[in-house]
C-alpha cells in the first residue's frame, strides 16, 4: 500500500508492489495444494511435471524433455533417476547416437497416468476461476515469460 508522502521509487520498493513476489507466493500457494494429490501417486511436484510430458508424448530424449519443462541436464538427470528407481521410466542410450539418452515409460508408468486424471479437477476447483479465466491467466503468464525469457 502507497502513501501520499511515497516517491515512485518508495512505492517501487513495496513488496505489496512486486508483480514477482505476487507470482513467487501465488506458486507457493500452488505448491501447497498440489503437494496432497501427488503424495498420493508418489511424486513431487517436478517429477509429476516429468511424468505429463511424458504422458504427452512417450520415448523421449532428455534434451526434448529439459527443453518442454526449461530446465539444464544437470536438474533433470536426478529427477529422472528417483523416476526410474521408482519403476515410472527407463532411461536407455539411442541406438542412433550413443551420446543421446532417452526416456520412455514403463508399465506402471503409463498405469499411473490414470490415478493422475484427477489432479487437474482439483486444481481447477482450488483456483474457483472459470476455464477461459484460467485459460486467459495462463496465456498471460507464458506470454510474460516469453518476454522475460527473451530480454536476456
Not at 73 to 96: C, D, F, I
Not at 119 to 130: E, G, N, T, W
Request: net charge positive; with cysteine.
Amino acid at each position: 500500500m502507497t502513501r501520499p508522502t511515497d516517491t515512485f521509487e518508495d512505492a517501487a520498493l513495496k513488496l505489496s508492489n512486486q508483480l514477482c513476489f505476487a507470482v513467487y507466493s501465488t506458486a507457493l500457494a500452488f505448491n501447497s495444494v498440489y503437494k496432497p494429490l501427488l503424495d498420493k501417486l508418489g511424486l513431487t511436484y517436478p517429477q509429476y511435471l516429468v511424468m505429463l510430458v511424458l504422458w504427452e508424448g512417450d520415448d523421449l530424449p532428455v534434451k526434448d524433455i529439459g527443453q518442454q519443462l526449461h530446465l539444464d541436464s544437470g536438474t533433470l538427470t536426478p529427477l529422472l533417476k528417483r523416476l526410474e528407481s521408482a519403476g515410472l521410466l527407463a532411461r536407455r542410450r539411442s541406438a542412433v547416437d550413443e551420446r543421446q539418452v532417452r526416456i520412455t515409460l514403463t508399465a506402471a508408468g503409463r498405469r499411473l497416468r490414470e490415478k493422475a486424471k484427477t489432479v487437474p479437477l482439483h486444481i481447477m476447483q482450488a483456483c474457483a476461476r472459470s476455464t477461459p479465466a484460467m485459460l486467459e491467466l495462463k496465456d498471460d503468464l507464458l506470454a510474460l515469460r516469453d518476454q522475460l525469457n527473451a530480454t536476456d
